[in-house]
């Protein structure tokens, strides 16, 4: 048996390799470690056995416990909604105009609501009902087409604008590009900015907007929510507020549309949205 080398330092036995004259010392792992290190094997090995652990091509080896997250999560869920039932009982039971009065029944809807409307609504009318450029509005104001009353906030949601539904919101502005001048439509526009104290008054303009718009909006301007027609006078723009942008609305109008979500959500989740836009700060 050959001898073992020490080192000199150390007086560490040496395994007798060496590199570029630096000697590799033989200093074998503590048994506490290997040890450890052996119980650990074992233990994965007994977890392959008892949990869910290795993939195959159409599975899984599914373990001797059976145990599955996705039950657990399953199981967890049907938990809440247990929980929920009477909260929800509550809300379906109630019309949307008593909800909003009842302070414990409102905080659970408004909860819920905002987790609907994030999912549905948010994409449009932005966080928190803040409204997007290019037509969606502001659910966060005062400014209503169809009312902002709960009950007419939660039929705007049910049946949507101009959506196909039956009893969808709707209306329809005339194309005044094919019945007035451009001259015309310039200052029927300045008429239209000054109902709100910004644009230039003039008889011509009042005399435009007699023959041609109060039917809809009202002799003050201020609009009509049984015909979804705007308020002229707030100095609100669902489109823009300039003369040019009010000109193009009154030439050539655009028309939003908004999806029916009746029959996409049940009719708990519809109130609890409608609740928590009414509780955004402009309801009505």
Known sequence: MANVEKDTVTGTDTTGHQWDGIKELNNPLPRWWLYVL????????????????????????????????????????????????SWRAKLAAAPIAEIVKDKDLLVYATAGGKAVFAENCQPCHGAGGAGRPG???????????????????????RFGVRSGHKDARASEMPRFGEQL??????????????????????DTGVKLFEENCIACHG????????????NLADGIWLLGGTRETIA??????????????????DPVALK????????????K
């Open 248 to 265: 193009a609305q009154i030439a050539t109008p655009r028309h939003g549309v908004m999806p029916a979500w009746e029959g996409r959500l």
């Open 135 to 157: 037509g969606y509005p502001v659910l966060a104001d005062d400014d209503w087409l169809w009312g902002g009353a709960p009950e007419e906030i939660l039929a705007t949601v």
């Open 272 to 283: 609890m949205v409608a609740a928590y836009i009414h509780a955004l700060g402009g309801g």
């Open 181 to 202: 001048k451009a001259d015309e439509i310039r200052v029927l526009a300045d008429h239209v900015l000054s109902l709100s104290g910004k644009g230039a008054k003039s």
């Open 38 to 85: 052996y119980a650990t094997i074992v233990w994965s090995v007994g977890y392959w056995v008892v949990y869910p652990a290795w993939p195959s091509l159409s599975s899984y080896t599914k373990g001797v416990l059976g145990y599955s997250s996705r039950a657990e999560m399953e199981k967890d869920v049907a938990a809440a909604r247990k929980a929920q039932e």
């Open 219 to 230: 002799d003050d301007g201020k609009g009509n929510k049984d015909l979804g027609t705007p």
